[in-house]
């Protein structure tokens, strides 16, 4: 067969798993251990080791696949890694979003292009690696819950920690467009709860009104985000150039004349790299505890404020001559350069924990993300396919990992 027959094959065999991945409705938070069990029966069919780890109610899956080399030369394996989950479907769409629908050279679907493309392509070429006679092994991990903080990768870490060989590199496929990203930020996101006391609203000082309270937080977070703005730091290669402070819900209160007891409001941090977000968020604490808690417990001392981490995850920053880097770009026909990204992934997290530089590099644009008719343009799905196969070229020659 030559070598654009087997790729259109490889790609006809990625649509159709695609198709499979998207009927998988993989919300956040919800189970996706269909979904999991289908892309394990594919990858143990084909001879792949594999292992999952789960979350306490076993609702929510990862899976962890190993494809090992037939004529091993001892170099280090590589990791492909996407989530599993996608986002809840919004109003506004023109087909139904769990049913994968192309039309003018693009495939509608919910998670088309965030992320299950990309495994598509993953496991449309897995029969390839398998057939050949690979001299460097290559691991697949697939997780759940990275829309709601990057939750089901770290158990995934904590096997991969137990490893007697780690990868030496890996790349995590959300959208870019196919380009190679070797930074991204960091996100820490929090809810506070403020505790004031009720009284009647013709008596308010005889009560402690928590949305005023809660007021005088977002603009203390309001005016860091403002002296941020002035003073860094900036990185011009982000759209967003610094670090964002967003306070993005608010609620409190029961009625109009009644001083509100309680308000509950949530904040994120998205953060350059080498922007000192611990001080950051040291700030906030101080703030509660020396200037917005005093007054209020002046007037009754079982008032309070506490915040909470919601969820968190550290940003990424690769160097440009990263092994990693030079070797995604040389498998891409048209890479223009790297990029820096506003969004987050779970490639700040392999790097960080266990050491092992990571990309992101993935088919669709995080334009089409997150929306009604979110879609993965048929181009883009064909350039992950043809990347994919170089690089098992690379697996099967292994010079390029020694």
Request: hydrophobic content about 40%.
């Amino acid at each position: 067969m030559s070598t654009e027959n087997n790729l259109k094959s490889l790609y006809e065999n990625s649509i159709k798993i695609l198709s499979d991945l998207i009927a998988f409705k993989t919300i956040s938070g919800e189970d996706n251990n269909s979904l999991i069990n289908y892309c394990d029966d594919i990858l143990k069919k084909l001879g792949a080791t594999s292992f999952k780890t789960f979350d306490k109610e076993k609702k929510r899956a990862n899976l962890f696949a190993t494809l090992k080399a037939k004529k091993p030369n001892a170099k280090v394996p590589i990791i492909l890694s996407g989530h599993t989950d996608v986002v809840p479907v919004s109003k506004g769409w023109s087909s139904d979003p769990f049913k994968a629908t192309i039309k003018d050279d693009k495939l509608y679907g919910r998670g088309s292009c965030d992320m299950k493309g990309f495994i598509a392509c993953v496991l449309a070429q897995v029969p390839q690696m398998t057939r050949r006679s690979l001299r460097t092994s290559a691991h697949i991990a697939l997780s759940y819950d990275e829309e709601v903080g990057c939750i089901g990768v770290r158990r995934l870490i904590e096997l991969m920690a137990t490893l007697p060989v780690r990868p030496m590199m890996g790349v995590i496929g959300e959208p870019t467009g196919m380009q190679v990203v070797r930074a991204h930020k960091g996100k820490q996101a929090f809810r506070v709860t403020v505790r004031g006391r009720s009284s009647h609203s013709a008596y308010p000082t005889e009560g402690v009104n928590a949305v005023d309270t809660a007021s005088e937080l977002v603009a203390y977070i309001r005016r860091l985000q403002q002296n941020i703005r002035v003073h860094g730091p900036f990185d011009d290669a982000y759209t967003v150039p610094n670090t964002t402070l967003h306070v993005g819900t608010i609620h409190g209160g029961t009625a109009l004349n009644i001083v509100p007891e309680k308000c509950v409001l949530e904040f994120e941090i998205r953060y350059l790299p080498e922007q000192d977000v611990d001080r950051l968020v040291a700030d906030i604490r101080g703030h509660i505890v020396t200037v917005l808690e005093p007054p209020m417990q002046a007037v009754d001392p079982d008032t309070g404020i506490e915040i909470e981490v919601l969820t968190s995850y550290p940003g990424l920053s690769i160097q440009t001559d990263a092994k990693v880097v030079g070797l995604v770009q040389s498998l891409l026909d048209d890479a223009e350069g790297t990029q820096k990204i506003s969004f987050g992934s779970e490639a700040g997290l392999f790097t960080g924990e266990l050491g092992i530089p990571a990309v992101v590099c993935g088919p669709g644009s995080i334009q089409q993300a997150h929306r009604a008719d979110e879609y993965v343009s048929e181009e883009q799905l064909d350039r992950c396919m043809r990347f994919v196969s170089k690089l098992t070229d690379l697996l099967v020659d292994g010079i390029a990992f020694s």
